[in-house]
């Protein structure tokens, strides 16, 4: 069995340390165990140690006035604790174990002795130092998820099977994965480091149960997976930790997915809020055991769709040119009509289908044409909620193929409100309401108005979803509003008898464009990793009829990027076509 000294050499911290100096490190270090979601130290507390990780994985919350944040992650090899102890105050942040981690703590007089009789042990914390101020945010890269269980709520569904099958996607992405179900829990726990560190991948398939291996799987897991059947009820409470008082039970990542077989007994919402859900799936066909692989690999992609009029009409195009090249959307968000663009591709329809109901809804005639004389908008808005109920009828958000979410801006309190569940008209609803053009949508105290006013193109939401390629496609930059419209404009009488009743008036284009006018997204804490942005001449937020210089525009917009990309995109579209 190796020693401590051997471990420790292997790690990152310690492998260009000198002999003498790792021994010097055990001798007067501490050696012992934390267990899976149990606290290293909290905020405020004095510092005394500096601690190191020899396994497992760390996570670091700060406390702020009205919310916990998650600084990052500390994984094996890394020092945590050490800008307090050196600066003498106390700890900023409160550090909890994600699962099962071994650390060596070291007490303040030891470090002093280290940092003058060793040099090359000075030097490496230093650097450490360095690195983690210099790029803060890098440990959230580093540091992802690695160990996936999946964990089964019902005896009929076959875990382990579905555990193999998704290790076998994942190989089509040029990934390592490792699979244990029950059966083979003897020599996970034994070697559990050495087949995390010989692969990309781990996959721990359980049931749950009173048993070692289903404790273990909840102690050793990153991220949790569970299997639920539409015809079975949710347990309350659910059994996801070893110990449901563990303080970082609230930080534990679980998502859900959903097997749609037998009768309906529970609705997905149910099982989503008895879990917790992060983050909602369906296993329906090859296609979803796909999208499991490239999400658990990291190669998963989301797609984000600005609002814009008439002109986010050029998303659709955008869509053909992406399933042209065998690219596959895993995940989907949009404000105002991005929104609707994006719903209608997570409704699993065609090109031809979205085509035929966006023409529909938005082309044949004008879905702002009910004008009244305004109170509160422009429009009775009685259009486009027809419109919405006609194509999207009474589909939820949690109940589609790809996840999906929009967002709509909260006008009470200043904020983005983002939908994920419910009925997806009504979210669309609210995504689209145009302040002065539609009325807002009031919602618990909230009112709810376009989600461009507040976040036109919500990249930073897109990627904190996934942790694959964000691609974003922006239609509301430039080019959507002409000056010379408001300049000496006529009466309102004047411009119905050249215009008709029909034809919306220039302050439609001027609210539209209003509510889309922001910063440059590259000010985005999280910008896209590619950005489009379509050359759309002549098509302004209010041309409904101009639906093919759009489409047009969006496609060959869409056709250049990925071509300027493909050495970043062919893999995954190489790997999807073979599954």
């Given at each position: ?130 690195r983690r101020a210099r790029h803060p945010s890098a440990s959230f890269h580093q540091s992802s998820p690695r160990v996936f269980a999946l964990i089964s709520t019902s005896p009929s569904i076959d875990i382990d099977a579905k555990a193999k099958t998704i290790c076998r996607e994942i190989a089509r992405y040029g990934m390592r994965a490792k699979c244990f179900v029950e059966a083979s829990h003897d020599g996970p726990v034994e070697s559990f480091d050495a087949h995390e560190v010989a692969n990309d991948i781990i996959v721990l398939a359980a049931r749950i149960s009173d048993t070692p291996w289903y404790r273990f799987v909840l102690r050793h897991a990153d991220r949790f997976f569970v299997l639920a059947r539409r015809d079975a009820r949710a347990p309350r409470p659910f059994p996801l930790s ?338």
């Open positions: 069995m190796a020693t401590l000294t051997d471990r420790l050499r292997e790690l990152p911290f310690f492998s260009s340390l000198d002999s003498d100096t790792v021994s010097a490190i055990v001798e007067c270090g501490q050696w012992y165990s934390l267990a899976g979601g149990w606290e290293l130290f909290t905020q405020g507390s004095p510092s005394h140690m500096l601690y190191f990780v020899i396994s497992g994985r760390l996570i670091v919350v700060r406390e702020g006035p009205t919310s916990e944040e998650v600084v990052g992650y500390i994984r094996p090899g890394e020092p945590v604790g050490e800008m307090s102890l050196l600066a003498g105050e106390n700890h900023s942040a409160s550090v909890y174990a994600l699962r099962d981690t071994e650390i060596l703590a070291l007490p303040y007089a030891s470090i002093a002795h280290l940092l003058d009789a060793e040099p090359d042990f000075a030097k490496t914390l230093a650097l450490a130092i360095l070893p110990d449901e008082n563990s303080p970082a039970r609230r930080f534990r990542l679980v998502d859900l997915m959903m097997i749609h077989e037998g009768l309906v007994s529970s609705t997905v919402r149910e099982w989503a809020d008895t879990v917790g859900a992060n983050r909602i799936f369906h296993w329906r066909s090859e296609a979803s055991v796909g999208r499991i692989a490239r999400i658990i690999c990291g190669k998963s992609i989301g797609l984000v769709l600005s609002g814009g009029g008439a002109r986010a009409y050029a998303h659709i195009g955008a869509v053909r040119a992406f399933r042209e090249a065998g690219l596959p959307i895993d995940f989907l968000c949009g404000a105002s009509m991005g929104a609707i663009v994006g719903a209608c591709v997570a409704m699993g329809w065609n090109d031809d289908e979205i085509e035929m109901r966006v023409r529909d809804a938005f082309v044949s005639s004008n879905p702002l044409g009910d004008h009244v004389l305004p109170v509160v908008a422009l429009t009775r808005g009685a259009r486009v909620e027809t419109r919405l109920k006609k194509h999207f009828d009474d589909a939820l958000i949690e109940e589609l193929d790809t996840p999906f979410f929009c967002v709509s801006s909260d006008l009470v309190e200043g904020v983005s409100r983002i939908h994920k569940l419910g009925l997806l008209r009504d979210a669309l609803r609210a995504s689209i309401s145009l302040p002065g053009i539609l009325p807002p949508v009031v919602e618990d105290g909230a009112l709810l108005v376009d989600g461009a006013v507040i976040d036109n193109f919500p990249t930073d939401l897109m990627t904190s979803v996934h942790r694959g390629m964000t691609i974003g496609i922006d239609v509301a930059q430039r080019g959507t509003i002409t000056a010379e419209d408001f300049k000496d404009p006529p009466g309102f009488f004047t411009w119905v008898r050249q215009h008709g009743l029909s034809s919306p008036p220039p302050i439609v284009t001027l609210l539209m464009r209003a509510a889309t006018a922001r910063p440059e997204p590259a000010a985005a804490a999280h910008p896209a990793d590619i950005m489009i942005t379509p050359e759309i001449p002549g098509v302004e937020l209010r041309d409904w009829k101009k639906y093919d210089d759009a489409v047009a525009a969006g496609y060959e917009a869409a056709k250049q990027a990925i071509a300027a990309n493909w050495s970043n995109l062919s893999s995954i579209a190489a790997a999807t076509k073979s599954s």
